[in-house]
Each structure stands twice: as C-alpha cells, then as structure tokens.
DNA sequence: TATTTAATTTTACTGTATGAAATTCCACAA
DNA sequence: TTGTGGAATTTCATACAGTAAAATTAAATA
C-alpha cells in the first residue's frame, strides 16, 4: 500500500520529512469543503495523531492554518502571501498587459493557467465582452485533462508521464477509475498541432483554444487560452486566433525571459 | 499566556523547529521586494546555506516558493490556498454581504480586517459609492499603530503588549526608532470609546472609523472600517456612523460564532 | 452518571535536521 | 583560454528534534 501518493511527490534524497509533512497537511486542509478534525486530517495524510497537532500548531502560529472548536482550516497568512505573488511575481505582471490586449482584439475572454502538480491553476484572466456566463476565479486548481489549457500543457509528455498524469486525475477524481490512455489521447491536439481545442469540456456552454507559453528551460508549464460562449463562436472562429495566441505567448516568453531582477 | 514574542521566533518549547525555519524563510520571502539569493535569504533568517537551501527545495517542490535562475521568491501554489480561504473561510464569506450592507447605507468604503502577528491585514472591502481615489488590494499587510482599523485592535491591550506592539513596528518599519507609549496612547481611542478615528494617518486624504468585531475567545482581532475621503466627510460625519459600524459588527460576531460545520 | 471517543501530554527511542568543511559551479577578469 | 573569488551545493559526523505508543485528560453521547 503506498499511500505516500503525496502531491509533494517522494524524491530521491526524501529530505526534510516533517517539512514535507507539514506541507501535505496544509494541502490537505485546501482539499476539504469544510473544516476537519485532528483525527480526520491525521488520516487522511497517513500520520499520527500527535504529529499532526503538532504540525497544525505551529502552522497555527504562523496564520497558515486556523482553528474554530476543534477544526481546523486554511488561515489568512495566505492572503498576504498571494497578495504578494500577484504583485511581484513576473509571470502574472508581464502576462496582465498581454492578455488585456488579447482580450480587446478579439473580444473573448483571455487567461494564464500554470502548471502546479497535477493541476493547473488560473493565474490571470481578463473578461471579454461576450461574457461567459459563468466565473472562474483567480487561484482556482483546474484538471489537467479536461479543457484546452489543461491539455496543451500534456501535448509534449511521454507516455510515462502521461501515465502519472492519468492517475493523478484519477486519484483526484477529475476523471473515472478505469479512465485510459487512448481516451485521454484522442482529446489532445493531433501531432504536429501546437494548440488545443475544446468545446463542453470543463464546463459546459464554453468553447476555448490554448496555446502553450514556450520556456527553454524545463517542460512547458504555462498556457494561454481565449474561451468564449458556444453559441457565440464556432470551432473555426477559435482557431483563427490562433496566430494571434501563438503571438502573445511568444511575446510571453519574452519578457519573461528578460525579466531582470 | 503571553503572546509570542515573534511569529518567526523560536518559542517555549521550540517545537518543529525546521517546520518553524522554514515558515520563517516562507515569511522573509514575502517581504523582499526582489527575488533575493540564497545566502542573502539565509543571513536574513539567521540560518546556514545548506539549511536555507534545503527548506527552499522542499518549498519549491510544492509551488510554494519558485526560482529563476538563483533568485528565490514567492511560488503560484499560494494562489489557490487563498482561494480556498476567500470562498471557505466563514470570516470573509460572512462579512461580505455586512460590508456590502454598510457601502450601501452610507456610501462609503466598508473594510474588513484581521490581525495577523504585529500588522492587520485586508481581509475584504466593499468600495463605496464615493472613490477614495486609491485602490487597497485585498491581503495587504498594514501595520497595527497606523489608522483607525489597526488601531481599535490596540484598543484592549495593556502596556507589555503595548511594548511589544512598538518595538514589532518599528523593527517593520512602520514607525521611526524611538517611538514611545505616549506617542502611541495619543491616537488610541480615549478610555470608554470603543471606536477610533484616523485622518491623514495611513493614507493621505482620507478619514476612517473602525470598530472592534467582539469575540469571546482570546482578544480583539478583527475590525470593520468605514472610510472616505476627507474632502467629503468631516469627523463628525463618520462619527455619526458609528451607531451602524457597531451593528454590523456585533452580527458579523453573532454569524461567526453561529456558524456551524 | 457511565461510556465512548477524540484530543492532548508524556516518554523513550530513533532517525533526521544541522552546520562545518570540502567540493563544485559560475561569473568575471586577465 | 585560464585564473580567481564568491556563491551554491554536497558530504558527513553529531546532536538533537521529531516520532508514535501509551497514558492521561477532556469532551461528547447515552
């Protein structure tokens, strides 16, 4: 039974083991609906009881983690802590412009996702003016699997990789036990296309094109997406904008690259 | 129980004490301005290299902190923690539609704090009708000793707690070297108040009132403000609004302590 | 009040976090 | 290109902090 299926993902030197515990006990506590008890959590991360107090007091201490009664939930120490990220990190900054000009050209709604595990997370959005009809917040954990920017992000992985992705969405429940590689396959973009389309896919009425950011260093992490009612747009709309994304995330890239400390 | 001296100190029992660096470096990151090195990080946590650098790996393993080359800095993975805690936490989702209440009355800005450590921080704000003519992003840390929200937090505190209070903000930098008790219980509120008062305190241009959000546990730790600028409201106008502030605290307090899980 | 379950503290043990020192890496200069 | 200094990283012996079992206390439930 290796329940060690931590997102913190066991590597080599397994170093810093109560760190890394603490770390999985705050994000568990982001996984819940509501506010769990000690037992609860302690199980749910495969330690004991004693050792996940312990961990929960001290991030207590910090704001990380708060506690009414006897549950426990996320505290306001993250607030500032994104506050900051959106402030200072360059990937949100370079990528505000960017998207607002996205946006204004094409009238869709355009947005950043990172790639965080086996997730990905919005990081920016600008609303076009064909609303969506629906929100998505900002910071908000999305599949991999299912949307056009979860799935440019898959489009350059092995099939070892993708495996792991597979059952990491699984696991996470974004999709069914038994969920395989053809089926997963047969949604990413064919080979040699460098966009993904999607249309009912995360969320129904909405139809988007992604492209991926490139990045030299490691595998891709980020994309870029235009998402627009499906009444309102056809598959070919979409793709005709594709030049248009491939450009801005060139431009992404960029000045990411060059972004000087 | 005394409260800690430092959020980042070592403290009685020195518990987790890797767990405890680690937040610390967490913490020392958010208040760079810049993505800063390792062993600049490590001197301003007091640490060694080898333990810096190791409590930065497992961070960055999990989206918490991220690295350009060999600057360090504040990673994506908080953006959906504080996603989780603006939609879950009962503190921000109940005092939405209170805030949204008290803009619509009085036409003014409506805020939320909470304390965290030695500074208060945005928790939520409804902007009113009248512009303060600046914007105040949620999650921003603001010191304690500086306009009428972070002062009412001082309210209940007697004179070791003061000190603490003083010595925290200017090692912030919030208040010059030397600043004394006396300067600080001259802007309280008077004995008998429970309200405070600031003009031209922490923003220029603008006036606020804020009132204590009772809680039976330990001591004070949220406050509403009303705010406006100071060209359209006199003290006397705000003072006026006191009576309501109260109001929407006190249900903001039944509503916390009524909520159930 | 009795009974059960969960939370917390204690304790003895074990494994892990630690920093000095050594080594490698890297930027810049010669 | 090679040399040089500073920074990052690895190694490693040691001390100490984290661990879980068991005990204790508190809090639910009947």
Redesign the interface.
Known sequence: MTVESN???A?AGS??R???R??QV??QL?RY???QRLNQIAKDCGMSSPTTL??L???Q????V?Q?DK?Y???????????????????PRSARPILQQLAQNTGLTASLY?R??FER?L?ERVVGAASLGYEL?????LPLTVGAAGKILLAALDEEQLAEVISAAVELRYEPVGFTLEELRRRLPAAGEDYAYSEDERATGVVSVAVAVPSRNDGVTESIALTAPVHSSSRDDLVARVPELRHAARRLADLLAS?V?
Chains 1, 2 share one sequence.
């Open positions: 997102s913190t993902e590597r170093a810093m109560s760190l890394s603490a770390i705050f994000e982001q609906e509501h506010p312990r961990i007091r001290v991030l201490d910090s704001g990380l708060s009414t549950n939930r996320i505290g306001p120490a993250v607030l500032p802590a994104a506050r900051v990220f959106l402030e200072a990190d360059p990937l990172t965080l595990g997370v990081v917040p900002q910071g908000r954990r972004t400390y």
